[in-house]
């Protein structure tokens, strides 16, 4: 049976209305699986609270720009915040060493859609988009066509979370990638994750079966990026997973491809331009605007933007089932960093 989250929606502008110059200034910069600069990866964007911009640029969640003012993130790096969260977020970006604060622009989130059928019991639909303050000069990623499915095949995930499953991101200082397979259902359906796919509809399951490389906590939101003739393709959406690059437990992401009807009505209804004044919750509740000082146009330089060590951190999350918790995210245990 098909996912009531994919069909739910029947109208939207044709897909060739909606696209945009995406995925090309990036191509053929990953070779081989090698580490190269966060350039690689433009449209990665990291979401911190406002109370750690000023000090530790403690990531919440990660997400992918997809319009020069949207963001596709997971549900449930939403879903537990405060009333009033939409004050308390922030999309960082090109964030070259987390530790030294080194990165190069950020904007406040003013509107978030959240999949309306987002479950937070099930973690099904585990999508929103979180729509900026302002358009960002950073290049997008493409959306992954409605209908691919060409598994299994390679792709590959950044992030900032754990390094280790029962580690700290205090030491995660610079975004990482790893090079994990998106797999069959049936290959994915012989592992501890079954259960998982048995409940949700509209996901992928990735990752290296010996374990080793996953994505882990604090990594959640984050891009699955699968690579064609040179152009990157948002493939899925970090969500969850069973521990951190364990053996047999591929991780879990929502399938782009799947969901594509959603997200393209939701980029069909809201121009790219400066939102109304206010913050509101989906297209219904409105929360309080934030007050005081707070981050608010992208491309505003940091205040220490000194080149960073080549070394750096990154990882991606993932636990049991209950794992979605936007106070960490998914990691890999064998990783690799790059930097400038």
């Known amino acids: 049976m098909k996912t009531l989250c994919a069909i739910f929606l029947a109208l939207l502008l044709p897909e060739g209305l909606l696209t945009e110059k995406?995925?090309?200034?990036?191509?053929?910069?990953?070779?081989?699986?090698?580490?190269?600069?966060?350039?690689?990866?433009?449209?990665?964007?990291?979401?911190?609270?406002?109370?750690?911009?000023?000090?530790t640029l403690s990531l919440a969640c990660g997400g992918s720009l997809i319009r020069s003012n949207k963001v596709l993130t997971a549900a449930h790096c939403y879903d537990k915040s405060e009333p009033n969260w939409m004050d308390e977020y922030v999309a960082v970006f090109d964030i070259r060493d987390r530790c030294k604060r080194q990165y190069d622009g950020f904007s406040d989130i003013t509107y978030v859609d959240m999949h309306p059928l987002w479950n937070t019991n099930t973690k099904n639909c585990d999508l929103a988009i979180a729509t900026l303050q302002e358009n960002v000069k950073y290049d997008t990623i493409c959306l992954s066509p409605k209908g691919y499915n060409k598994y299994p095949t390679s792709a590959y995930v950044v992030g900032l979370g754990l390094t280790e499953e029962e580690g700290t991101t205090e030491n995660v200082c610079n975004l990482l990638q790893i090079n994990i397979q998106i797999f069959t259902r049936e290959t994915c359906m012989g592992t501890v994750m079954a259960g998982i796919l048995q409940r949700r509809t509209g996901i992928l399951c990735a990752g290296v079966l010996s374990g080793q490389f996953d994505s882990c906590q604090g990594d959640s939101g984050g891009p699955l990026i699968r690579v064609e003739r040179g152009v990157h393709y948002l493939q899925g959406v970090v969500s969850t997973g069973a521990g951190c690059g364990r053996a047999n437990s591929p991780g879990i992401y929502a399938d782009v491809t799947?969901?594509?009807?959603?997200?393209?009505?939701?980029?069909?209804?809201?121009?790219q331009t400066n939102p109304a004044p206010g913050y509101q919750y989906g297209p219904r509740t409105t929360v309080r605007p934030s007050r005081g000082r707070t981050p608010s146009s992208a491309r505003r330089t940091s205040p220490s933007r000194s080149r960073v060590p080549q070394s750096g951190n990154l990882g991606f999350s993932s636990s049991s089932d209950s794992w979605p918790q936007i106070s960490s995210s998914r990691t890999f245990s064998n990783y690799t960093s790059y930097s400038n």
Do not use: M
């Open 22 to 55: 995406c995925g090309e200034s990036v191509a053929s910069r990953i070779v081989g699986g090698t580490v190269a600069n966060t350039r690689q990866f433009p449209y990665y964007t990291g979401l911190i609270r406002k109370k750690y911009f000023n000090r």
């Open 258 to 271: 799947a969901h594509r009807i959603w997200i393209d009505r939701v980029l069909k209804k809201t121009p």
